[in-house]
């Protein structure tokens, strides 16, 4: 099994920034991606980015050139540095690590954009 606990979310201003961290303990064999999806009431849940065991990383459309994910794969964590936050970004965000055939989520951060 493989545990993901998040930490900090909360309510910013539009313009404003967040950083999210999600660390990972458990089996972690085979890990081969972690990443970070979100999902705001009444949709469904979306890719905001992903990042892979050797580096590579993906960002859903909508968060291109705003939001930033990094990895340290000594110490099983992910980052999310997210800038330029505007109300379509508030929701709840998950921290997710995949190995094939399997995915784990953790429990979700409240991330809320308003003025």
């Known amino acids: 099994q493989v545990q993901l606990v998040e930490s900090g979310g909360g309510l910013v201003q539009p313009g404003g920034s967040l950083r999210l961290s999600c660390a990972a303990s458990g089996t972690l064999f085979m890990i081969n991606v972690m990443g970070w999806y979100r999902q705001a009431p009444g949709k469904e849940r979306e890719l905001v980015a992903a990042?892979?065991?050797?580096?590579?990383?993906r960002y859903g459309d909508s968060v291109k050139g705003r939001f930033t994910i990094s990895g340290d794969n000594a110490k099983n964590t992910v980052d999310l540095q997210m800038n330029s936050l505007n109300p379509d970004d508030t929701a709840v965000y998950y921290c997710?690590?995949?190995?094939?055939?399997?995915?784990?989520w953790g429990q979700g951060t409240q991330v809320t954009v308003s003025s």
């Open positions: 997710n690590a995949q190995r094939p055939q399997f995915n784990y």
């Open positions: 990042i892979t065991h050797g580096g590579n990383t």
